[in-house]
């Protein structure tokens, strides 16, 4: 009776320890921190960046900014308010054209490029992944990055991983998507993450991204479920397929590997370059190809990454 009492105590002591820290993990601004919990940055504080995030800002902009429901997005004010995705609150981030430009004017042709850093990420563990909604805001062609420092977030130099890039057009949807990245390659490692918005002039491109529940938490739910590093080399099929006019390309890599994935139509022609000679770590790395300015047809997408080199088919149907 009284080691059943002792227990049952220890297991409430051990509930309330729980509850407490997942709901601290929980608060808008707290450093990402694991240890298996969850951690979610909705960007409802009052302070912009929130608490141990960071931002740069190349060219003179202003940089990320603080949106909230039904207001414009800066630069783009005719083409409607700002949502919220599925669970967001009335607060998010967001990146424009006019936010990356100096003077925000579009006949400066100048380019954009500004990063919105989250805080240190530690206690890793393979399974843990970072999860984020992403809208495309409007219309003009924009890139997003989403790239990885080992050491410092004091400049954009140490950011030499990249986990995904994102490129939209006119013909992108416009409604808000979630994505998952697999954090495994960097288990018992700590890691700042970094948002780039990016294009290289304002004049014909340049749109806006708004970002909200980011999310770093473990798909854990046993030891036993652990999943593990990828084995071999792999290249998985287009999703969706056939496609209009955008698709992600996804694949695997045993080991860190300098990267090349191109597109070529149903001559053997290159159309497009999504990888070129880059390294990227061990682990699962997705790509968004945009076909907009391709026509209707079988087109084939090649990974070679070390010695491996896979080919697929994919069906553009506009």
Known sequence: ????????????????????????????????TLFGLLSVESFEGNDFPPAGWSKITNFGGTGWRQGSVGDNVLGLEGFGGIDTPPGGGSLLAYASWATGDADSNFNTDQATDQWLITPLITDIEIGDSLKFYLKYFSQFRDNLDILVSHTNADSTAPFDTTLLTLTFANGSSNEWQAHSLDLSAFADSSIYIAFRERVSTTFNDGDAFLLDLVEVGSLITSVDDRPVAPATFELLQNYPNPFNPTTQIAFSLSHSSEVTLKIYNLLGQEVAIMVDHEVLRAGSHTFQFNASNLPNGIYYYKLAADNFVDVRKMTLLK
Do not use: H, W, Y
């Open 1 to 32: 009776m009284k080691n059943s009492l002792i227990q049952s105590n220890v297991l409430l002591v051990l509930i309330v320890l729980a509850t407490c820290l997942s709901f601290a993990r929980l608060l808008p601004g707290e450093p990402f």
